[in-house]
């Protein structure tokens, strides 16, 4: 049903990365979202009504909330997809996240009012109602959540949307809690055992597991996750591709919603290498990384010395020890500024947040090192702490 609307309503369907196509996407899945929800609402209501069943009528207004959570997801891309502005220059894309996290609360508030009532449905069990028409309308209900989860799943995988994989993480819940339901009633009908509220606390808890790793995905972002490590091997690759270009560091990306990333990184480029020449090649692979990877990019140049032996001796040296600390420490911005009393040997080290050593426990330890290979050798340092 995705595909063929998506087919009438959606020019370019197959451009995931478009921010209009993304935009035109969500909408489409939110509005198809509550037209399904209701109509769920509508026929377990009525088969509640007509076969006197509590379980299955809690159940069709708890498809009521997910139209809800729908409407939420389509407001959340309508909005999204405004235009940049005066006070938001970099575009709406995170109220995208936000509304994703609207859904993740209602999973967990789901959650854990199905516990709560199967707690209490343990406690106070009560006969479950059986006929023909509930075991169709709950068949047919999981059937249904199961296609929901399923497309917004996939497109939100292939749009990389948290707020639609929040949506499908909520059918999914949906889908097992009615499940719960359905397979409560046969036993009870069957066997005489009513296993309605045993039933119905491992759904909760998977409810609220899944409520929580929603939110994650989506608080994430918000408050400034590390980058797709994919995304940054093919920074990388496209960078170092230009021969003039001999290492990149301090790379930073930006997320300000899907399709609106910014990333500021240093080249470290030959110091006597013509600038007008170097500074083309910059406009060059800011232009690509923006055409290849739709990002705008912003490049420090760095000038490097790679023909001074006594540098590049110096470099290797030292990053052989750090890396004999942590293979993920590295050296970037490495200069040799020679005087007639001492030598400065200033750069930068690269270290992970994680890393053991303090920033004063490590600049010390590499100035002694300096000092004992050279004692006119003054370590001018700094660490970044940084994931690139």
């Known amino acids: 049903m995705v595909t063929l609307l998506s087919t009438l309503f959606i020019k370019n369907r197959k451009s995931f990365t478009d921010a209009d196509v993304r935009r035109k996407y969500g909408i489409l899945c939110g509005a198809l979202g509550i037209f399904l929800n209701v109509l769920l609402f509508a026929a377990k209501y009525a088969a509640g009504l007509f076969s006197h069943s509590i379980a299955v009528t809690a159940d069709a207004f708890n498809n009521l909330s997910d139209a809800g959570s729908s409407i939420i997801t389509l407001i959340g891309f309508k909005m999204a997809g405004q235009k940049p502005d005066n006070d938001h220059p970099f575009g709406h894309g995170r109220i995208e996240y936000i509304s994703g996290l609207l859904v993740a609360v209602a999973i967990i508030i789901m959650g854990f009012e199905l516990l709560k009532s199967s707690?209490?449905?343990?406690?106070?069990?009560?006969?479950?109602?059986?006929?023909?028409?509930?075991?169709?309308?709950?068949?047919?209900?999981?059937?249904?959540?199961?296609?929901?989860?399923?497309?917004?799943?996939?497109?939100?995988?292939?749009?990389?949307?948290?707020?639609?994989?929040?949506?499908?993480?909520?059918?999914?819940?949906?889908?097992?809690?009615?499940?719960?339901?359905?397979?409560s009633t046969i036993l009870s009908h069957f066997t005489g055992f009513n296993a309605d509220g045993w039933c119905g606390i491992i759904v909760g808890l998977f409810v609220c597991y899944a409520g929580f790793s929603a939110a994650r995905d989506t608080i994430s972002p918000l408050l400034g996750q590390a980058p797709d490590p994919g995304f940054v091997d093919r920074i990388n690759k496209i960078v170092l591709s230009y021969d003039k270009v001999t290492g990149i560091h301090d790379l930073i990306v930006h997320n300000y919603g899907p399709g609106?990333?910014?990333?500021?990184?240093?080249?470290?480029?030959?110091?006597?290498?013509?600038?007008?020449?170097?500074?083309?090649?910059?406009?060059?692979?800011?232009?690509?990384?923006?055409?290849?990877?739709?990002?705008?990019?912003?490049?420090?140049?760095?000038?490097?010395?790679?023909?001074?032996?006594?540098?590049?001796?110096?470099?290797?040296?030292?990053?052989?020890?750090?890396?004999?600390?942590?293979?993920?420490?590295?050296?970037?911005?490495?200069?040799?500024?020679?005087?007639?009393?001492?030598?400065?040997?200033?750069?930068?080290?690269?270290?992970?947040?994680?890393?053991?050593?303090?920033d004063d426990e490590l600049t010390a330890d590499i100035k002694k090192r300096l000092s004992e290979e050279n004692p006119k050798y003054i370590g001018v340092i700094d660490i970044d702490r940084q994931c690139f």
């Open 119 to 183: 707690v209490e449905k343990i406690l106070q069990p009560s006969e479950l109602s059986f006929s023909p028409l509930i075991i169709a309308i709950l068949s047919i209900s999981i059937l249904v959540k199961c296609y929901m989860a399923f497309y917004n799943k996939g497109i939100g995988s292939k749009i990389d949307s948290s707020s639609m994989q929040a949506v499908a993480t909520d059918s999914l819940s949906d889908m097992l809690a009615t499940s719960a339901v359905l397979i």
């Open 260 to 358: 609106r990333i910014l990333i500021s990184l240093h080249a470290e480029v030959p110091a006597d290498g013509d600038l007008v020449e170097l500074h083309d090649m910059i406009d060059l692979i800011e232009h690509e990384l923006k055409n290849t990877l739709n990002c705008n990019a912003v490049i420090h140049m760095d000038p490097v010395f790679p023909y001074d032996e006594e540098s590049s001796a110096l470099k290797q040296q030292l990053l052989t020890y750090l890396h004999s600390l942590d293979e993920r420490l590295s050296i970037h911005d490495f200069r040799l500024v020679k005087g007639i009393t001492h030598t400065n040997v200033i750069f930068d080290i690269s270290a992970p947040f994680d890393y053991k050593l303090s």
